[in-house]
Protein backbone atom coordinates (compact mmCIF):
# COMPACT_ATOMS: atom_id res chain seq x y z
CA UNK A 1 0.00 0.00 0.00
CA UNK A 2 2.69 2.26 1.11
CA UNK A 3 4.76 2.54 -2.46
CA UNK A 4 1.77 2.61 -4.46
CA UNK A 5 -0.12 5.25 -2.59
CA UNK A 6 3.37 7.87 -2.71
CA UNK A 7 3.82 7.24 -6.14
CA UNK A 8 3.42 10.10 -8.59
CA UNK A 9 0.43 8.84 -11.10
CA UNK A 10 1.97 9.16 -14.81
CA UNK A 11 5.27 10.10 -14.09
CA UNK A 12 6.92 10.28 -17.44
CA UNK A 13 9.85 7.74 -17.80
CA UNK A 14 13.26 9.29 -16.78
CA UNK A 15 11.30 12.61 -15.77
CA UNK A 16 14.36 12.98 -13.40
CA UNK A 17 13.91 13.40 -10.28
CA UNK A 18 14.47 17.58 -9.74
CA UNK A 19 11.62 17.65 -12.44
CA UNK A 20 9.54 15.20 -10.36
CA UNK A 21 10.46 17.23 -7.04
CA UNK A 22 9.00 20.85 -9.17
CA UNK A 23 6.32 19.29 -10.14
CA UNK A 24 4.83 18.11 -6.57
CA UNK A 25 5.75 21.56 -5.08
CA UNK A 26 3.48 23.23 -7.81
CA UNK A 27 0.69 20.94 -7.72
CA UNK A 28 1.08 21.15 -3.72
CA UNK A 29 1.11 25.41 -3.70
CA UNK A 30 -2.52 25.37 -2.70
CA UNK A 31 -1.92 23.96 0.54
CA UNK A 32 0.27 26.54 1.36
CA UNK A 33 -2.73 28.99 2.56
CA UNK A 34 -4.26 26.33 4.93
CA UNK A 35 -0.71 25.29 6.40
CA UNK A 36 0.28 29.01 7.11
CA UNK A 37 -3.12 29.60 8.87
CA UNK A 38 -2.87 26.11 10.57
CA UNK A 39 0.52 26.55 11.71
CA UNK A 40 0.07 30.06 12.82
CA UNK A 41 -3.17 29.80 14.53
CA UNK A 42 -3.18 26.23 15.67
CA UNK A 43 -0.24 24.33 15.92
CA UNK A 44 1.38 27.70 17.56
CA UNK A 45 -1.24 27.97 20.18
CA UNK A 46 -0.44 24.34 21.41
CA UNK A 47 3.17 25.56 21.19
CA UNK A 48 2.51 28.22 23.27
CA UNK A 49 1.00 25.96 25.61
CA UNK A 50 3.61 23.65 25.98
CA UNK A 51 5.93 27.19 26.39
CA UNK A 52 4.09 29.36 28.19
CA UNK A 53 3.07 26.56 30.80
CA UNK A 54 7.05 27.02 31.75
CA UNK A 55 7.04 30.95 32.52
CA UNK A 56 5.44 32.89 35.21
CA UNK A 57 3.09 34.67 32.39
CA UNK A 58 0.72 36.79 34.52
CA UNK A 59 -2.49 38.90 32.86
CA UNK A 60 -1.17 42.62 34.00
CA UNK A 61 1.88 43.93 35.11
CA UNK A 62 5.41 42.96 34.72
CA UNK A 63 5.28 39.67 34.29
CA UNK A 64 2.84 40.17 31.20
CA UNK A 65 4.96 42.12 29.20
CA UNK A 66 8.41 40.16 30.61
CA UNK A 67 7.64 36.58 31.35
CA UNK A 68 10.10 34.74 33.37
CA UNK A 69 11.19 30.97 32.17
CA UNK A 70 10.62 29.27 35.30
CA UNK A 71 10.87 25.39 34.06
CA UNK A 72 8.59 22.90 35.50
CA UNK A 73 7.68 24.75 38.61
CA UNK A 74 4.26 25.19 36.88
CA UNK A 75 3.48 21.81 36.90
CA UNK A 76 4.92 21.09 40.16
CA UNK A 77 2.64 23.43 41.91
CA UNK A 78 -0.04 21.66 39.44
CA UNK A 79 0.61 18.68 40.50
CA UNK A 80 0.49 19.40 44.30
CA UNK A 81 -2.60 21.15 44.04
CA UNK A 82 -5.20 19.91 45.32
CA UNK A 83 -8.09 21.44 43.50
CA UNK A 84 -6.04 20.33 40.51
CA UNK A 85 -6.54 16.87 40.75
CA UNK A 86 -10.11 17.45 41.87
CA UNK A 87 -10.70 19.14 38.54
CA UNK A 88 -9.07 15.79 36.72
CA UNK A 89 -11.47 13.72 38.36
CA UNK A 90 -14.94 16.44 37.92
CA UNK A 91 -13.19 16.19 34.05
CA UNK A 92 -13.27 12.37 34.09
CA UNK A 93 -16.86 12.53 35.94
CA UNK A 94 -17.65 14.48 33.40
CA UNK A 95 -16.76 13.08 30.67
CA UNK A 96 -17.52 9.35 32.02
CA UNK A 97 -21.28 9.88 32.73
CA UNK A 98 -22.36 12.60 30.30
CA UNK A 99 -20.74 11.33 27.52
CA UNK A 100 -19.63 7.61 27.51
CA UNK A 101 -22.54 6.51 29.47
CA UNK A 102 -25.51 9.06 29.20
CA UNK A 103 -25.12 10.40 25.17
CA UNK A 104 -24.04 6.92 23.94
CA UNK A 105 -26.79 4.98 25.82
CA UNK A 106 -29.81 7.26 25.36
CA UNK A 107 -28.24 8.08 21.66
CA UNK A 108 -28.13 4.17 20.98
CA UNK A 109 -31.97 3.65 23.06
CA UNK A 110 -33.41 6.58 21.07
CA UNK A 111 -32.15 5.57 17.70
CA UNK A 112 -33.70 1.95 18.15
CA UNK A 113 -36.53 3.09 19.42
CA UNK A 114 -37.29 5.43 16.35
CA UNK A 115 -36.92 2.46 14.02
CA UNK A 116 -39.51 0.66 16.12
CA UNK A 117 -42.32 3.51 16.42
CA UNK A 118 -44.54 5.37 14.68
CA UNK A 119 -43.34 7.82 12.14
CA UNK A 120 -45.26 10.54 13.17
CA UNK A 121 -43.82 9.92 17.15
CA UNK A 122 -40.15 9.64 15.40
CA UNK A 123 -40.27 12.67 13.53
CA UNK A 124 -41.46 15.07 16.13
CA UNK A 125 -39.40 13.62 18.74
CA UNK A 126 -36.28 13.21 16.78
CA UNK A 127 -36.29 16.95 15.75
CA UNK A 128 -36.64 18.05 19.08
CA UNK A 129 -33.31 16.46 20.11
CA UNK A 130 -31.45 17.43 16.98
CA UNK A 131 -33.04 21.02 17.95
CA UNK A 132 -31.22 20.78 21.34
CA UNK A 133 -28.10 20.30 19.66
CA UNK A 134 -28.85 22.45 16.92
CA UNK A 135 -29.05 25.62 19.71
CA UNK A 136 -26.27 28.05 20.11
CA UNK A 137 -24.46 26.54 23.18
CA UNK A 138 -25.23 29.60 25.42
CA UNK A 139 -28.96 29.63 24.77
CA UNK A 140 -29.10 25.97 25.95
CA UNK A 141 -27.21 26.81 28.34
CA UNK A 142 -29.49 29.73 29.45
CA UNK A 143 -32.82 27.32 29.12
CA UNK A 144 -31.11 24.40 31.25
CA UNK A 145 -29.82 26.83 33.65
CA UNK A 146 -33.77 27.91 33.80
CA UNK A 147 -34.91 24.08 33.89
CA UNK A 148 -32.72 23.22 37.19
CA UNK A 149 -32.51 26.34 39.36
CA UNK A 150 -34.21 26.60 42.71
CA UNK A 151 -37.25 28.10 41.29
CA UNK A 152 -37.24 26.36 37.40
CA UNK A 153 -39.27 24.08 35.71
CA UNK A 154 -37.91 21.04 37.38
CA UNK A 155 -38.43 22.07 40.99
CA UNK A 156 -41.82 23.10 40.29
CA UNK A 157 -42.58 19.42 38.39
CA UNK A 158 -41.08 18.04 41.89
CA UNK A 159 -43.37 20.43 44.25
CA UNK A 160 -46.36 19.90 41.72
CA UNK A 161 -45.74 15.38 42.53
CA UNK A 162 -45.44 16.81 46.42
CA UNK A 163 -41.77 15.14 46.16
CA UNK A 164 -40.43 18.76 47.59
CA UNK A 165 -37.60 20.65 45.71
CA UNK A 166 -33.85 20.55 45.53
CA UNK A 167 -31.53 23.16 45.03
CA UNK A 168 -29.77 21.16 42.19
CA UNK A 169 -27.10 23.64 40.80
CA UNK A 170 -26.12 23.61 44.73
CA UNK A 171 -26.37 20.96 45.76
CA UNK A 172 -25.71 18.79 42.98
CA UNK A 173 -24.12 20.84 40.58
CA UNK A 174 -22.11 17.75 38.77
CA UNK A 175 -24.90 16.29 38.05
CA UNK A 176 -26.65 19.06 36.48
CA UNK A 177 -24.09 19.57 34.37
CA UNK A 178 -23.84 16.09 33.46
CA UNK A 179 -27.63 15.80 33.05
CA UNK A 180 -27.64 19.20 30.69
CA UNK A 181 -24.72 18.22 28.30
CA UNK A 182 -27.04 14.72 28.20
CA UNK A 183 -29.74 16.77 27.12
CA UNK A 184 -27.36 18.76 24.59
CA UNK A 185 -25.33 16.31 23.05
CA UNK A 186 -27.07 13.38 22.60
CA UNK A 187 -28.55 13.88 19.21
CA UNK A 188 -25.41 13.44 17.71
CA UNK A 189 -24.87 9.88 19.15
CA UNK A 190 -28.36 9.44 18.37
CA UNK A 191 -27.89 10.72 14.52
CA UNK A 192 -24.60 7.97 14.00
CA UNK A 193 -26.41 5.16 16.13
CA UNK A 194 -29.48 5.85 13.36
CA UNK A 195 -27.23 5.68 10.50
CA UNK A 196 -25.61 2.17 11.74
CA UNK A 197 -29.12 0.92 12.15
CA UNK A 198 -29.79 1.58 8.78
CA UNK A 199 -26.63 -0.07 7.48
CA UNK A 200 -27.42 -3.44 9.19
CA UNK A 201 -28.96 -5.62 6.49
CA UNK A 202 -32.41 -7.25 7.54
CA UNK A 203 -31.68 -10.10 6.32
CA UNK A 204 -29.12 -10.81 9.10
CA UNK A 205 -31.35 -9.92 11.83
CA UNK A 206 -34.40 -12.22 10.05
CA UNK A 207 -31.96 -14.96 9.94
CA UNK A 208 -30.82 -14.62 13.51
CA UNK A 209 -35.18 -14.51 14.10
CA UNK A 210 -35.55 -17.34 11.79
CA UNK A 211 -33.10 -19.23 14.88
CA UNK A 212 -35.05 -18.32 17.19
CA UNK A 213 -33.52 -15.87 19.17
CA UNK A 214 -35.50 -12.97 20.82
CA UNK A 215 -35.85 -8.99 20.69
CA UNK A 216 -32.89 -8.58 23.01
CA UNK A 217 -30.71 -11.49 21.94
CA UNK A 218 -30.64 -10.11 18.34
CA UNK A 219 -29.72 -6.86 19.62
CA UNK A 220 -27.02 -7.75 21.78
CA UNK A 221 -25.67 -10.97 19.66
CA UNK A 222 -26.51 -9.62 15.91
CA UNK A 223 -26.90 -5.82 16.10
CA UNK A 224 -24.31 -4.52 18.34
CA UNK A 225 -21.23 -6.36 16.87
CA UNK A 226 -22.21 -5.28 13.46
CA UNK A 227 -22.35 -1.26 14.74
CA UNK A 228 -19.15 -2.00 16.63
CA UNK A 229 -17.26 0.89 14.76
CA UNK A 230 -19.56 3.25 14.55
CA UNK A 231 -19.92 2.87 18.54
CA UNK A 232 -15.95 3.25 18.74
CA UNK A 233 -16.20 6.12 16.01
CA UNK A 234 -18.97 8.04 18.63
CA UNK A 235 -17.44 7.26 21.99
CA UNK A 236 -14.13 9.38 20.75
CA UNK A 237 -16.20 11.72 19.40
CA UNK A 238 -18.61 12.45 22.23
CA UNK A 239 -15.34 12.16 25.17
CA UNK A 240 -13.07 14.72 22.73
CA UNK A 241 -16.20 16.99 22.71
CA UNK A 242 -17.43 16.87 26.32
CA UNK A 243 -13.63 17.22 27.05
CA UNK A 244 -13.98 20.95 25.87
CA UNK A 245 -17.02 21.63 27.17
CA UNK A 246 -16.96 25.08 28.79
CA UNK A 247 -19.97 27.03 28.44
CA UNK A 248 -22.03 24.92 29.82
CA UNK A 249 -20.89 24.52 32.82
CA UNK A 250 -19.54 27.90 32.87
CA UNK A 251 -23.44 29.66 32.55
CA UNK A 252 -25.33 26.89 34.82
CA UNK A 253 -22.88 26.64 37.72
CA UNK A 254 -19.74 29.38 36.86
CA UNK A 255 -17.53 26.38 38.43
CA UNK A 256 -18.84 26.30 41.62
CA UNK A 257 -20.45 26.70 44.14
CA UNK A 258 -16.55 26.75 45.18
CA UNK A 259 -14.86 24.42 42.95
CA UNK A 260 -17.51 21.50 42.87
CA UNK A 261 -18.00 21.82 38.91
CA UNK A 262 -14.50 22.91 37.67
CA UNK A 263 -13.62 20.87 34.74
CA UNK A 264 -10.16 21.35 33.20
CA UNK A 265 -11.52 23.64 30.96
CA UNK A 266 -13.19 25.96 33.51
CA UNK A 267 -10.13 25.89 36.01
CA UNK A 268 -8.17 26.79 33.69
CA UNK A 269 -9.94 29.54 32.74
CA UNK A 270 -10.25 31.05 36.60
CA UNK A 271 -6.83 30.74 36.87
CA UNK A 272 -5.55 32.38 33.95
CA UNK A 273 -8.53 35.31 33.71
CA UNK A 274 -9.72 35.55 37.20
CA UNK A 275 -6.34 34.87 38.75
CA UNK A 276 -4.35 36.00 36.10
CA UNK A 277 -2.21 33.52 36.30
CA UNK A 278 -1.58 32.82 32.85
CA UNK A 279 1.33 30.89 32.83
CA UNK A 280 -0.43 28.39 35.29
CA UNK A 281 -3.82 28.70 33.42
CA UNK A 282 -1.88 27.43 30.49
CA UNK A 283 -0.44 24.41 32.52
CA UNK A 284 -3.96 23.18 33.20
CA UNK A 285 -4.70 24.43 29.23
CA UNK A 286 -1.35 21.99 28.35
CA UNK A 287 -2.71 18.89 30.17
CA UNK A 288 -5.79 19.34 28.75
CA UNK A 289 -4.43 19.37 25.78
CA UNK A 290 -2.35 16.40 26.24
CA UNK A 291 -5.56 14.48 27.29
CA UNK A 292 -7.52 15.24 24.43
CA UNK A 293 -4.45 14.10 22.10
CA UNK A 294 -4.02 11.11 23.79
CA UNK A 295 -7.92 10.50 22.97
CA UNK A 296 -7.45 11.66 19.31
CA UNK A 297 -4.44 9.24 18.60
CA UNK A 298 -6.61 6.34 19.68
CA UNK A 299 -9.70 7.71 17.74
CA UNK A 300 -7.52 7.98 14.42
CA UNK A 301 -5.58 4.15 15.55
CA UNK A 302 -9.60 3.19 14.89
CA UNK A 303 -9.55 5.16 11.79
CA UNK A 304 -6.33 4.63 9.96
CA UNK A 305 -8.13 1.90 7.59
CA UNK A 306 -10.07 4.12 6.19
CA UNK A 307 -7.42 7.40 6.23
CA UNK A 308 -5.27 4.73 3.90
CA UNK A 309 -8.25 4.11 1.36
CA UNK B 1 -15.21 3.92 2.48
CA UNK B 2 -14.50 7.50 1.52
CA UNK B 3 -17.73 8.44 0.58
CA UNK B 4 -18.51 7.83 4.31
CA UNK B 5 -18.47 11.35 4.99
CA UNK B 6 -21.03 12.61 2.22
CA UNK B 7 -23.27 9.56 2.11
CA UNK B 8 -26.92 10.73 3.02
CA UNK B 9 -27.83 8.92 6.20
CA UNK B 10 -31.73 7.93 6.44
CA UNK B 11 -33.40 10.07 8.20
CA UNK B 12 -35.95 8.06 9.99
CA UNK B 13 -38.68 10.13 7.78
CA UNK B 14 -37.21 8.04 4.71
CA UNK B 15 -35.57 4.58 6.08
CA UNK B 16 -37.25 1.54 4.83
CA UNK B 17 -39.38 -0.25 7.17
CA UNK B 18 -38.42 -4.15 7.61
CA UNK B 19 -41.68 -6.15 6.73
CA UNK B 20 -42.15 -7.64 10.14
CA UNK B 21 -43.91 -11.37 9.80
CA UNK B 22 -47.83 -11.38 10.10
CA UNK B 23 -49.16 -9.60 12.25
CA UNK B 24 -48.06 -11.27 15.01
CA UNK B 25 -49.33 -8.93 18.44
CA UNK B 26 -45.60 -8.55 20.00
CA UNK B 27 -44.33 -5.97 16.99
CA UNK B 28 -47.42 -3.72 17.64
CA UNK B 29 -47.07 -4.18 21.56
CA UNK B 30 -43.50 -3.08 20.93
CA UNK B 31 -44.45 -0.32 18.95
CA UNK B 32 -46.95 0.91 21.42
CA UNK B 33 -43.83 0.79 23.79
CA UNK B 34 -41.58 2.41 21.65
CA UNK B 35 -43.72 5.19 21.05
CA UNK B 36 -44.64 5.77 24.77
CA UNK B 37 -40.71 6.03 25.78
CA UNK B 38 -40.27 8.21 23.02
CA UNK B 39 -43.01 10.57 23.77
CA UNK B 40 -41.42 10.63 27.59
CA UNK B 41 -38.20 11.46 26.18
CA UNK B 42 -39.75 14.29 23.75
CA UNK B 43 -41.35 16.18 26.76
CA UNK B 44 -37.87 15.48 28.76
CA UNK B 45 -36.24 17.48 25.59
CA UNK B 46 -39.09 19.97 24.70
CA UNK B 47 -39.10 21.49 28.08
CA UNK B 48 -36.24 23.70 28.49
CA UNK B 49 -36.96 24.78 24.55
CA UNK B 50 -40.55 25.51 25.63
CA UNK B 51 -39.81 27.75 28.17
CA UNK B 52 -37.75 30.00 25.86
CA UNK B 53 -40.64 29.94 23.72
CA UNK B 54 -42.93 30.71 25.99
CA UNK B 55 -41.11 33.35 28.01
CA UNK B 56 -40.77 35.21 25.05
CA UNK B 57 -44.23 35.80 24.58
CA UNK B 58 -44.96 35.92 28.61
CA UNK B 59 -45.46 39.34 29.73
CA UNK B 60 -44.92 37.54 33.25
CA UNK B 61 -42.32 35.38 31.92
CA UNK B 62 -40.42 33.68 35.18
CA UNK B 63 -37.64 31.12 35.39
CA UNK B 64 -40.12 27.78 35.55
CA UNK B 65 -41.99 26.96 32.93
CA UNK B 66 -45.73 28.09 32.24
CA UNK B 67 -48.52 28.82 30.08
CA UNK B 68 -48.78 32.23 28.95
CA UNK B 69 -51.30 33.47 30.29
CA UNK B 70 -51.41 36.59 27.87
CA UNK B 71 -49.68 37.08 24.39
CA UNK B 72 -46.93 40.07 23.76
CA UNK B 73 -44.17 41.42 22.01
CA UNK B 74 -42.49 43.75 24.59
CA UNK B 75 -39.94 41.23 25.35
CA UNK B 76 -39.10 41.62 21.37
CA UNK B 77 -39.54 45.26 21.36
CA UNK B 78 -37.45 45.51 24.80
CA UNK B 79 -34.09 43.99 23.17
CA UNK B 80 -35.00 44.96 19.67
CA UNK B 81 -32.52 47.77 20.14
CA UNK B 82 -29.38 48.64 18.30
CA UNK B 83 -26.58 48.31 21.64
CA UNK B 84 -28.60 45.51 22.58
CA UNK B 85 -29.51 43.30 19.84
CA UNK B 86 -28.96 44.56 16.71
CA UNK B 87 -25.16 44.97 16.94
CA UNK B 88 -24.57 41.80 18.92
CA UNK B 89 -26.17 40.12 15.54
CA UNK B 90 -24.60 42.03 13.33
CA UNK B 91 -21.05 41.14 14.44
CA UNK B 92 -22.19 37.90 14.94
CA UNK B 93 -22.96 37.70 11.42
CA UNK B 94 -19.65 39.49 10.69
CA UNK B 95 -17.54 36.97 12.94
CA UNK B 96 -19.63 34.04 11.27
CA UNK B 97 -19.44 35.29 7.53
CA UNK B 98 -15.69 35.76 7.61
CA UNK B 99 -15.17 32.59 9.26
CA UNK B 100 -17.06 30.57 6.66
CA UNK B 101 -15.62 32.05 3.93
CA UNK B 102 -12.40 32.04 4.88
CA UNK B 103 -12.53 28.56 5.68
CA UNK B 104 -13.75 27.42 2.70
CA UNK B 105 -12.25 29.21 0.35
CA UNK B 106 -8.94 27.63 2.00
CA UNK B 107 -10.41 24.43 2.72
CA UNK B 108 -11.06 23.79 -1.44
CA UNK B 109 -7.69 24.76 -2.26
CA UNK B 110 -6.33 22.52 -0.08
CA UNK B 111 -8.57 20.08 -0.50
CA UNK B 112 -7.39 20.12 -4.05
CA UNK B 113 -4.16 18.48 -4.11
CA UNK B 114 -5.23 16.08 -1.35
CA UNK B 115 -7.70 15.26 -3.46
CA UNK B 116 -6.17 14.77 -7.03
CA UNK B 117 -2.62 13.85 -6.84
CA UNK B 118 -0.75 11.69 -4.23
CA UNK B 119 2.09 13.14 -2.51
CA UNK B 120 4.47 11.43 -0.30
CA UNK B 121 3.37 14.01 2.01
CA UNK B 122 0.13 13.66 1.81
CA UNK B 123 -1.15 10.54 4.19
CA UNK B 124 1.28 12.39 6.98
CA UNK B 125 -0.79 15.78 6.38
CA UNK B 126 -4.15 13.92 6.12
CA UNK B 127 -3.37 12.88 9.83
CA UNK B 128 -2.01 15.67 11.23
CA UNK B 129 -5.16 17.30 10.16
CA UNK B 130 -7.39 15.04 11.65
CA UNK B 131 -5.72 14.82 14.70
CA UNK B 132 -6.29 18.85 14.87
CA UNK B 133 -9.96 18.62 14.15
CA UNK B 134 -10.12 16.30 16.94
CA UNK B 135 -8.65 18.83 19.87
CA UNK B 136 -10.82 20.32 22.18
CA UNK B 137 -10.83 23.70 21.19
CA UNK B 138 -11.56 25.05 24.48
CA UNK B 139 -8.34 23.98 25.95
CA UNK B 140 -6.69 26.24 23.28
CA UNK B 141 -8.15 29.58 24.63
CA UNK B 142 -5.90 30.45 27.65
CA UNK B 143 -2.37 30.51 24.81
CA UNK B 144 -4.34 31.39 22.16
CA UNK B 145 -4.74 34.71 24.57
CA UNK B 146 -1.36 34.96 25.33
CA UNK B 147 -0.36 34.14 21.60
CA UNK B 148 -2.51 37.07 20.91
CA UNK B 149 -0.83 39.19 23.52
CA UNK B 150 2.34 39.15 21.50
CA UNK B 151 0.91 39.65 18.04
CA UNK B 152 -1.37 42.17 19.04
CA UNK B 153 -4.57 40.85 17.99
CA UNK B 154 -6.74 40.95 20.87
CA UNK B 155 -9.96 42.47 20.60
CA UNK B 156 -9.76 41.89 16.80
CA UNK B 157 -12.34 40.96 14.74
CA UNK B 158 -10.00 40.03 12.52
CA UNK B 159 -8.10 37.93 14.83
CA UNK B 160 -11.58 36.00 16.31
CA UNK B 161 -11.63 35.35 12.25
CA UNK B 162 -8.11 33.74 11.69
CA UNK B 163 -8.89 31.87 15.01
CA UNK B 164 -11.84 30.45 14.20
CA UNK B 165 -10.53 29.53 10.71
CA UNK B 166 -7.84 27.64 11.62
CA UNK B 167 -9.68 25.63 14.24
CA UNK B 168 -12.94 24.82 11.77
CA UNK B 169 -9.91 24.05 8.72
CA UNK B 170 -9.34 20.68 9.60
CA UNK B 171 -12.86 18.93 9.58
CA UNK B 172 -13.47 21.52 6.74
CA UNK B 173 -10.62 20.18 4.60
CA UNK B 174 -11.76 16.73 5.49
CA UNK B 175 -15.07 17.56 4.29
CA UNK B 176 -14.03 18.97 1.28
CA UNK B 177 -11.89 16.56 0.19
CA UNK B 178 -14.12 13.75 0.67
CA UNK B 179 -16.90 15.65 -1.48
CA UNK B 180 -14.40 16.33 -4.35
CA UNK B 181 -13.34 12.63 -4.42
CA UNK B 182 -16.69 12.09 -5.56
CA UNK B 183 -16.28 14.34 -8.38
CA UNK B 184 -14.99 12.10 -11.23
CA UNK B 185 -11.05 13.13 -12.49
CA UNK B 186 -11.63 12.27 -15.86
CA UNK B 187 -13.70 15.66 -16.33
CA UNK B 188 -10.92 17.42 -15.46
CA UNK B 189 -8.27 15.35 -17.45
CA UNK B 190 -10.36 16.27 -20.33
CA UNK B 191 -9.91 19.44 -19.52
CA UNK B 192 -5.92 18.78 -18.60
CA UNK B 193 -5.63 18.06 -22.35
CA UNK B 194 -6.90 20.88 -23.69
CA UNK B 195 -4.13 22.72 -22.16
CA UNK B 196 -6.57 24.07 -18.84
CA UNK B 197 -4.22 24.45 -15.35
CA UNK B 198 -4.99 22.89 -12.33
CA UNK B 199 -6.31 25.92 -11.18
CA UNK B 200 -8.64 26.49 -14.07
CA UNK B 201 -10.05 23.21 -13.97
CA UNK B 202 -10.86 23.16 -10.58
CA UNK B 203 -12.79 26.46 -11.24
CA UNK B 204 -14.67 25.82 -13.92
CA UNK B 205 -15.28 21.93 -13.57
CA UNK B 206 -14.86 20.72 -9.97
CA UNK B 207 -16.56 23.23 -8.07
CA UNK B 208 -19.73 24.11 -9.91
CA UNK B 209 -19.84 19.66 -9.48
CA UNK B 210 -19.23 20.18 -5.69
CA UNK B 211 -21.66 23.29 -5.06
CA UNK B 212 -23.75 21.27 -2.92
CA UNK B 213 -20.98 20.03 -0.51
CA UNK B 214 -19.89 23.80 -0.46
CA UNK B 215 -22.75 25.00 0.82
CA UNK B 216 -22.48 22.21 3.44
CA UNK B 217 -19.64 23.19 4.67
CA UNK B 218 -20.19 26.80 4.84
CA UNK B 219 -22.96 26.40 6.89
CA UNK B 220 -21.45 23.87 8.90
CA UNK B 221 -18.77 26.71 9.66
CA UNK B 222 -20.90 29.36 9.75
CA UNK B 223 -23.41 27.58 12.28
CA UNK B 224 -20.10 26.75 14.67
CA UNK B 225 -19.23 30.15 14.46
CA UNK B 226 -22.23 31.79 15.12
CA UNK B 227 -22.58 29.66 18.23
CA UNK B 228 -19.54 30.06 19.21
CA UNK B 229 -19.02 31.48 22.69
CA UNK B 230 -15.81 31.03 24.42
CA UNK B 231 -13.23 32.52 21.42
CA UNK B 232 -14.78 35.84 21.39
CA UNK B 233 -15.54 35.60 25.12
CA UNK B 234 -12.04 35.47 25.54
CA UNK B 235 -10.70 37.69 22.88
CA UNK B 236 -12.87 40.76 22.58
CA UNK B 237 -13.66 42.99 24.69
CA UNK B 238 -15.27 46.14 23.41
CA UNK B 239 -18.97 45.74 23.65
CA UNK B 240 -19.16 47.36 19.92
CA UNK B 241 -17.20 43.98 18.64
CA UNK B 242 -19.27 41.56 20.78
CA UNK B 243 -21.45 38.71 19.05
CA UNK B 244 -24.69 37.94 20.13
CA UNK B 245 -22.91 35.04 21.89
CA UNK B 246 -21.17 36.99 24.50
CA UNK B 247 -23.62 39.81 24.45
CA UNK B 248 -26.64 37.63 25.90
CA UNK B 249 -24.21 36.60 28.42
CA UNK B 250 -23.35 39.60 29.65
CA UNK B 251 -26.42 41.31 29.66
CA UNK B 252 -28.26 38.05 31.49
CA UNK B 253 -25.26 36.75 32.94
CA UNK B 254 -25.27 37.89 36.75
CA UNK B 255 -28.51 35.16 37.62
CA UNK B 256 -29.79 38.46 39.60
CA UNK B 257 -33.17 40.36 38.34
CA UNK B 258 -33.22 39.11 35.41
CA UNK B 259 -35.75 39.94 32.84
CA UNK B 260 -36.31 36.47 31.65
CA UNK B 261 -38.73 37.70 29.32
CA UNK B 262 -35.97 39.21 27.32
CA UNK B 263 -33.52 36.84 27.80
CA UNK B 264 -36.31 34.42 26.00
CA UNK B 265 -36.46 36.83 23.28
CA UNK B 266 -33.24 37.34 22.70
CA UNK B 267 -32.08 34.06 23.28
CA UNK B 268 -34.88 33.20 19.99
CA UNK B 269 -34.04 36.12 17.83
CA UNK B 270 -30.25 34.80 18.33
CA UNK B 271 -31.05 31.26 17.37
CA UNK B 272 -33.82 31.04 14.92
CA UNK B 273 -30.89 32.02 12.31
CA UNK B 274 -29.24 28.82 12.86
CA UNK B 275 -31.84 26.66 12.86
CA UNK B 276 -32.86 28.22 9.67
CA UNK B 277 -29.79 27.45 8.04
CA UNK B 278 -29.66 23.84 9.82
CA UNK B 279 -33.29 22.87 7.76
CA UNK B 280 -32.08 24.87 4.77
CA UNK B 281 -28.29 22.36 5.19
CA UNK B 282 -30.76 19.04 5.38
CA UNK B 283 -32.57 20.00 1.87
CA UNK B 284 -29.25 20.10 0.55
CA UNK B 285 -28.26 17.00 1.90
CA UNK B 286 -31.41 15.06 2.07
CA UNK B 287 -30.46 14.24 5.58
CA UNK B 288 -31.08 15.60 9.10
CA UNK B 289 -26.85 14.20 9.79
CA UNK B 290 -25.62 17.21 8.09
CA UNK B 291 -23.89 19.00 10.84
CA UNK B 292 -22.23 15.54 12.10
CA UNK B 293 -20.84 15.37 8.36
CA UNK B 294 -17.44 15.47 9.27
CA UNK B 295 -18.27 12.09 11.73
CA UNK B 296 -15.50 9.75 9.86
CA UNK B 297 -12.91 12.55 9.66
Redesign the interface.
Known amino acids: MTTT?????SAPHGAGGRRRTFR?IS??T??V???I??A???V???G??LW?SLTN?ALTGYR?AKPQFIGLDNYAALFADADFWNSVVLTLVFVLFSAIIGQNV?GLA?AV???????I??????T?????????????A??????F?A???L??VLDGLGLGSVSWLIDYPMLSVILANI?RGTA?SM??Y??AL?EVP?EI??AA?IDGTN?VQRFFLVTLPMIRRSIA?NL??TT??T?????LIW?MTGGGPGTRSST??VL??QE??RFAQ?GY??A???V??VL??V???I??KI?K????? | MTSTTTRAIVSPRRRTRVPLSVASPAPRRGKLIANLVLAALGIVFVVPIAWIVFSAIDPAATVSISLPEAFTLDNFSAVLTYSQTILPLWNSALISFGTAALTVVVGVLAAYPLSRFRQRFQRGFLYGVLFGSCLPITALMVPVYAMFVQLKLLDSLVGVILFMSATSLPMAIWMLKNFMDSVPISLEEAAWVDGASAMRALGQIVLPLMRPGIGVVFIFVFTQAWGNFFVPFVLLFSAEKMPAAVAIFTFFGNHGAVAYGQLAAFAMLYSVPILVLYLVMQRITGSSFALAGGLKG
Open positions: SSRLPARSPLPALLLIFLGPMFAGAALILLRASSRVSTIVSLVVVAWVLPEIVAFALYAFSDGTNSWFLVNAGPTEQTTMLLQLGTFGVLPAYAFVGTIAATIGAFAAYILPEVES
